[in-house]
């Protein structure tokens, strides 16, 4: 029995009079045809769907963008934002980040019972009647929310100085920092995520990640004082949890075992798949720690490139057990004729 997505799409509409000339319009003209065929015109998602009525990323990418140079003033726009022009300028550009989420945030709304989850899973959430309503709603709590990811981002700045010897300033942690840019791009994301925004989090996140290497689901709940050393390579997953003054340094992964599937053979959802960090956990470079089940106690150290799927008690120091090391000379010396 077939699915709605897995209806075969429509034949595209007779070929425009522009495409009846000879090569190599005919050419372009018949590659489109082709193309425009591969199209779902009715179904709104599945592989091959039209996203015409999609959030616009670029419209979510410069919201973000706008509400980083809200958290940090003039970071990203560049402008000298001094005590006399600060209360104007953060009007504006929150008047801007509103005017570009609203729009974009309704049209992510359906997602919540139109998309492919929701479908396989049989438990659409119910529709939004009045979608104007649910929107402001939705953009009401996510303002009302900015000066506490405010205050949390302010956290963070002073664990990346606390944590980096290099530091000596906290304006080079604010201005320069990729592992401070990711995780105010993630607290903002989160916010979205957990009013149950579809698409826009993850736009986010992903867009963040291109820019910093650091790849942090918008899910992933993240406590004070978090910092990043050099932020390259890390991932953290969707249903992460990490506690209060944690450091982390370049890939580190807190990832999924293989996860479970359903009768069907789609991935099972909503379930804890990722490691639970406690408060005051220090994990050094290129450590993996696998599992929903694996938790890492309280101010415990992970050392680098250790492979973990199992919890450690709070306090404990895990370090992997190097490989031996032969060191020789390269190329023997020639001893020098007399």
């Not at 000339?21 to 003209?29: E, F, L, V, W, Y």
């Not at 994301?189 to 990640?209: D, K, Q």
């Not at 720690?289 to 919890?311: C, K, Q, W």
Request: with cysteine.
């Amino acid at each position: 029995m077939k699915t709605k997505n897995s209806r075969k799409p429509k034949a595209p509409a007779a070929a425009p009079h522009a495409c009846r000339h000879r090569s190599p319009q005919a050419d372009i003209c018949q590659a489109a045809g082709e193309l425009a065929g591969l199209f779902d015109r009715e179904v709104v998602d599945a592989p091959s769907a039209l996203p015409a009525n999609a959030p616009a990323p670029r419209a979510v990418v410069d919201a973000l963008r706008i509400l980083l140079d809200v958290l940090f003033p003039g970071r990203v726009s560049g402008e000298a934002v001094g005590a006399a022009e600060l209360d104007v300028f953060l009007v504006r550009r929150l008047s801007e980040a509103w005017n570009l989420l609203r729009r974009e945030v309704r049209r992510a709304l359906p997602y919540r019972w139109i998309g492919e989850a929701a479908r396989v899973e049989g438990a659409r959430p119910p529709r939004v009647a009045d979608l104007d309503g649910e929107a402001d709603r939705v953009m009401k709590a996510f303002f009302d929310r900015i000066p506490a990811v405010r205050r949390l981002v302010a956290d963070d700045v002073q664990a990346a100085y606390d944590g980096d010897p290099a530091a000596l300033t906290f304006a080079e942690v604010i201005l320069s920092y990729p592992g401070l840019t990711a995780i105010a791009a993630h607290r903002i994301a989160h916010e979205l995520y957990v009013l149950g925004v579809p698409i826009l989090p993850r736009v986010m996140s992903e867009w963040i990640h291109t820019k910093t290497g650091a790849d942090i689901h918008p899910g992933a709940r993240i406590g004070r004082s978090f910092f990043i050393d050099h932020a390259t390579g890390v991932v953290i997953g969707e249903t992460a949890e990490i506690g209060e003054n944690v450091k982390l340094y370049q890939g580190v992964t807190l990832g999924a075992q293989s996860f479970a599937l359903d009768a069907a053979g789609h991935p099972v959802k909503h379930i804890k798949r990722h490691p639970t960090v406690a408060d005051h956990v220090i994990i050094y470079a290129h450590a993996t720690i696998l599992g929903g089940d694996t938790v890492i106690g309280a101010h415990s150290v992970i050392g680098g490139n250790v492979f973990l799927m199992e919890s450690v008690p709070p306090n404990s120091l895990v370090s992997s057990q190097h490989p031996e090391l032969h060191i020789r000379e390269k190329h023997p010396r020639r001893t020098p004729r007399t």
